[in-house]
């Protein structure tokens, strides 16, 4: 399935929303990045599986958080990919 087609007008303002989300992020909190892949003809997105095997104790160890986290307490997460 292809992207759909969107003129430079829109596109600008997907821009700036998105821009303006990121800034609020950025203000209040801090992003954790991941790699999954997206879904494509041939296969679903590996964020699923990732999930069922790594989801609720990942998000214990989030809520478990009182303070912004140490490296060290971020390295010990598993790797999304």
């Known amino acids: 399935m292809s992207a759909p087609r969107i003129d430079a007008d829109r596109r600008r303002v997907l821009a700036g ?3 303006k989300v ?5 203000r ?3 992003i954790l990045q ?3 892949t997206p879904r494509t ?3 679903a997105p590996d964020r699923r599986d990732w999930l069922r095997g790594n989801g609720p104790q990942v998000e214990q160890a989030l809520m478990a958080w009182a ?8 390295n ?3 790797p999304s990919a």
């Open 17 to 19: 929303v998105a821009n």
């Open 22 to 26: 990121l800034g609020n992020y950025q």
């Open 28 to 30: 209040g909190g801090k």
């Open 34 to 36: 991941t790699r999954s």
């Open 41 to 43: 003809p041939r296969r």
């Open 67 to 74: 303070a912004m986290p140490s490296v060290t307490s971020l």
């Open 76 to 78: 010990r997460l598993p």
